[in-house]
């Protein structure tokens, strides 16, 4: 059995390639896409508003929503609809 010696400059360079190589994979992989359904709380964040004013947009018929099994759910497009309008209002 024939053995070798490891060296400091062997791990660097073992190192070096090793984080190129991973480099690669993170550059080739996809983004991933985004999500199509939405919880109440992830649209709180996304549009900077309460659950009053989530309430609010569900009662008036702003926002529309499917509910399953107790919890409420949007679509992410209907949301991106929102932010555009809003935008493009002001």
Sequence with gaps: ???????AEDLQQ?????LREIKKLLVNTPAP???PWL???EVQ??????PGTLQHLRD???L??????GIVFYEM??????????VTEG
């Design 39 to 41: 919880k109440s709380h």
């Design 64 to 69: 529309k929503f499917s509910k399953v099994g």
């Design 45 to 50: 964040k996304i549009l900077k508003i309460s």
């Design 60 to 62: 008036s018929g702003q």
């Design 1 to 7: 059995m024939d053995s070798k010696l490891v060296t």
């Design 33 to 35: 896409l985004p999500k």
């Design 14 to 18: 073992f190192k070096v390639e090793l």
């Design 77 to 86: 497009k209907d949301i991106e609809e929102m932010i555009e309008a809003k």
